[in-house]
Each structure stands twice: as C-alpha cells, then as structure tokens.
C-alpha cells in the first residue's frame, strides 16, 4: 500500500516537475516573444518618425525651393513679353503663351496641393448641423443651380461632431460635381439624405448620401477619382482642377469616416459617407431613422 | 509726387531674381542709385566699406532670406551689431519668396526689418513701399 501511495506521489511528483518545467519555458519563451515585439514596434515607430521628418521635408522644398524657379521663369517670360513682342512672330508669340501657361498650371498644382496637405490636421471640432451646412452650401451655388435648372431635394440631416469649414467644403465638392457632371439635356435632379448604419465592428454611424442624375461613372473610374488631381474628362471641358473628390474623401477619413459610392455609366451616381455619431447622440430623437446595413457598393 | 529713394541695395544669391530685381527698381524711377550684393557677407562687407567713405550709404535694404552661408535672418543679426548711429536712417525690408508663416511673424517682431515684400518684386510693391516708408519726405517736400 505504502509502496503505491509512493509510486503515485513519485508520478506526481514528476509530472508536475514536467509541468513545471514545461511552464517556464513557455514563460521565458513569452517574455523573449514580448521583448522581440517591442523591438519590432520601437524599430516602426522610429521608421514612422524618418518618414514622417521626410514628409516635412519635403513639404517645405514644395513650398519654397520649387516655387523660386518658377517664379524666375514667369519673371523673365513676362519681361520678354513685355519688351520685345512687337518683334516676335506668330510662333514665338504662341510659345510664350504656353510658358505662361505652365507656369500658372504649376502655381496651381503647388497651392492645390498645399491645401490638400492642410485639410483634416484641424484638430478643433464642434457640433454641426449638417441641415444648415447644405443649406449654406446651396445658397453659395445658387448660380450653378439656376444655370442648370435642378431640382434639389435635402432632407432634415442630423448634428455632427466635426470641423464645420470642412464639411462644408465636403458638401460643396459633392454637389457642385453632381451638378456638373450632367449632359446638357437633363435638368440635374439631386436627393441628399441620411440614415443610420452600423459597421463591421458594431459602431452606430450616420450615413450621408448624395445622388444625383448625372451621366455616372463605369466601374473600372470609380477608385481612380478619389485621387488628387485626376479627371476622367480633358483638361477645360468642365472647371475645376481634380482635387474635390480626394479633398472629400480626405475630409471623410480624418472624421473616422469613409467614403464610397454607388454608380453605373449614364444611370447617375450616390455618393456616400460616413459619420461617428457623437457620444451624447447615440439614441437620436429628433431624427428619422433606419437602421441598416452598411451598403457601400464600393469602399475606397 | 512720389518721393524718390536716393540709394537702395539689392540682396540675393540668385543671380536670375537680382537680374530681374535691378530691372524692376531701374524701370520703377523711384531710385536713383542701385547697388548689388550676392550674399549677406557681401552686403555687410559693403556697409562697412561705407564707414570707411568709400560707398554710397542706401536708404533702403531689400534683403533675401534664403541663402547660402549668411541668410536673411543672421545678415540681420550682424547688421544690428552696426553702430545705431550709421544703421539708423537705413530702412531694411525682407524680399522673400516664402509664404512661411515663421519667417512673416518673425519679421513683424524684428525691431529692424520694416516690412515683408513677396517675390516677385513689382511696381506696386515698390510704389506702396515708397508711400508707406518714405512718406515723410514727402510731407517735407509738399
């Protein structure tokens, strides 16, 4: 009897000594996974900041060693326009106009592209009624809206915690393009509504849209037209200089949104975006909602 | 009548700006002596040379920021370690293409620089410098 109870502590004894060996190991094979992972996250962070002091560099060579030179060059093609074009022929006179024309359309690349590095570091947001946004928005195109005939229809939009000029900029690119972006035969008819949704993560968000009649856009289009200064039509046929939608959808992505949208050749286009609802917000009274799914049909 | 600056000295690096700067203030009519300097040390070589009754002494600096060695910033710095008796009557303006918001509110505190011009240099920026800071000859002269 003694000799089993002996036997039996001797097993046990063993396998907890197993055990316990085997849980050491484990421990120190943990804490040198741990100190590999740190290493890895400090070796990104630092990588992170090179890039980032490579940004800014670069950012200030784009805002004052470009510009130097283009500046020389706009100088002296005006001073020879200015003293010697009675002299010039007819095809130094044209090559002059398109050295003055570069020069303008790189002016413009730069300050564009300045203003689009600049969107979305505002820090500083405050609660918004979109309602009266699209108004503002509006009134500002009344114009255009007269021009085209269109027929606009806005919904009451809830408030929002965000950057007030930038999401006011954001309504204005979208529907300045909706109406735009229409053959010269259709009265522009555009519906601005909003519903709530829920993403992959259980997150309530507010879903912007704005659609509109215009001539849409074919599937292969769709990613490319949120990037900076790309057109699908040739430069002059409609104004504008191709940052709106990445303006937008930059807007969109500092506001811990997204942005997509919904369009076929010839049968109009949505345009979606998201919003986090704010916090004290998150059970709306005074506004009509549905809750469903998220229904991008494209997510840049 | 706008009153006419009697000597004005242009600092830039960039031959091409200087080229162009010479012609804007030649053409301007508002200056009748025109100096050059490529760098900072040759424009504080050149007020120093002044003392010594060699140079024409400027009313007016139009001084560059960016440049080699001695840039805008630290030409000031040496240019205010000048006897204030010789720097007083010269008026120091920043010419500079940077739309940095550093250098701008920089030149609003600077005791020295007077005032911030945007390349490229032209007749109206000339005519509203003349009107701005060198009014009082006028007043004088009316």
């Known amino acids: 009897m003694l000799y089993i109870l002996l036997l039996l502590f001797a097993v046990f004894a063993i396998s907890f000594a197993i055990l316990w060996v085997h849980h050491q190991r484990l421990n120190k094979q943990l804490v040198i996974d741990l100190a590999q992972k740190e290493k890895d996250l400090a070796k990104q962070t630092y990588l992170l900041e090179l890039k980032n002091t490579e940004l800014k560099q670069y950012n200030y060579l784009a805002n004052h060693d470009f ?41 413009n690349l730069m300050s564009d592209l300045n203003h689009y590095k600049v969107l979305g570091n505002q820090q500083k947001m405050e609660y918004v009624d979109t309602t009266q946004i699209v108004n503002d928005v509006l009134s500002k195109l009344s114009d255009d809206i007269k021009k085209y005939n269109a027929y606009i229809h806005c919904d009451t939009l809830p408030k929002i915690k965000a950057v007030p000029d930038e999401i006011r900029l954001l309504f204005e690119h979208l529907l300045s393009n909706a109406l735009k972006f229409t053959d010269s035969q259709t009265e522009p008819r555009i519906h601005i509504t909003s519903e709530m949704v829920i993403n992959a993560y259980d997150e309530k968000l507010y879903q912007f849209s704005v659609t509109d009649n215009g001539f849409g856009i074919s599937t292969q289009h769709q990613e490319k037209i949120f990037s900076i200064f790309q057109q699908l039509h040739p430069r002059g046929q409609y104004s504008g200089r191709g940052t709106g939608l990445a303006e937008a959808k930059k807007i969109v992505e500092s506001h811990s949104g997204k942005m997509g949208l919904a369009s076929e050749k010839g049968k109009g286009s949505t345009f979606y975006f998201t919003i986090p609802i704010p916090e004290m917000e998150k059970s709306p009274k005074n506004f009509n909602t549905k809750i469903t799914e998220n229904r991008y049909s494209t997510n840049v | 009548m706008r009153q006419s600056v009697n000597s004005v000295l242009l600092v830039d690096d960039d031959k091409a700006t200087s080229f162009f700067n010479e012609i804007i203030v030649s053409r301007h009519k508002g200056f009748n002596q025109i100096e050059k300097a490529f760098s900072g040390q040759e424009a504080l070589a050149y007020l120093k040379e002044i003392r010594d009754k060699q140079q024409i002494k400027p009313d007016l600096i139009l001084l560059d920021i960016n440049m080699p060695a001695m840039n805008g910033w630290e030409f000031i710095t040496e240019f205010e370690k000048l006897d204030k008796s010789f720097t007083n009557s010269i008026k120091v303006v920043l010419l500079s293409t940077s739309s940095c918001k550093d250098d701008l509110e920089k030149s609003l505190t600077s005791p020295t620089v007077l005032d911030f011009i945007h390349k490229p240099l032209s007749f109206d920026a000339l005519d509203i410098l003349i009107d701005t800071h060198f009014n009082e000859y006028t007043k004088i002269n009316a």
């Open chain 1, 67 to 107: 510009q130097e030179p283009l500046n020389t060059i706009s100088c002296f093609v005006g001073l020879l326009r200015e003293d010697y074009e009675t002299n010039f022929d007819d095809s130094a006179k044209q090559s002059l106009t398109f050295i003055e024309e570069a020069c303008d359309r790189m002016k």
